[in-house]
Structures are given as structure tokens and as C-alpha cells.
């Protein structure tokens, strides 16, 4: 059976990554990104951080080319230690 969803790729994806302030959060978070998607470009991320200071939100666009990359991609997120959490 063929993925309904097909037709929607390519399409720009937006991937929000949530972790500790940590020296190296924004670079594992970003590396695992773009071993998925390509490199990403800096007008396609912004960096939030908590109103503590304590965790730090990116939301990173990526041109998604199918359901499968993005399965693939939201794995290594989750099972990346830094990362509490990836929507």
C-alpha cells in the first residue's frame, strides 16, 4: 500500500528540539539534523532560550523529501541524550 502522504513531499518541514542549555546541545541537535536533511542554512533556525535560562528551544525548517527521512530523523533525536524532547 503506497503512503498517502507521498504527494506532500517535498515540503518544508519545521523540527523543534528542546534540551538543556548545555554548551553542546545546539551542535549535537543541528549535527543530527543535517545528517538527515542537508545543512541548514541560518535563516532556517532560531534559537529560543527558557525565560530561566535553563533549556533552549530550535526550530530548525527543513525541505522534508519524504515521510521516511523524517521517521529516520526524529529516531536519532529521541534517542540522543541531550535532547529532551523533539516535535
Known sequence: MSDPLAD???CD???KVLG???AGFE???TEII???AGPVEPHRLSVRS???GNFVA???TVVARSRAQLDEL???LSACEAVLMAL
Do not use: G, M, N, W
Request: charged letters at 40%.
Open 58 to 60: 530550535l526550530t530548525v
Open 74 to 76: 526524529y529516531r536519532e
Open 34 to 36: 543535517e545528517r538527515h
Open 50 to 52: 527558557s525565560k530561566d
Open 20 to 22: 538543556r542549555r548545555d
Open 27 to 29: 551542535r549535537t541537535a
Open 8 to 10: 506532500a513531499f517535498p
Open 13 to 15: 518541514f519545521p523540527i
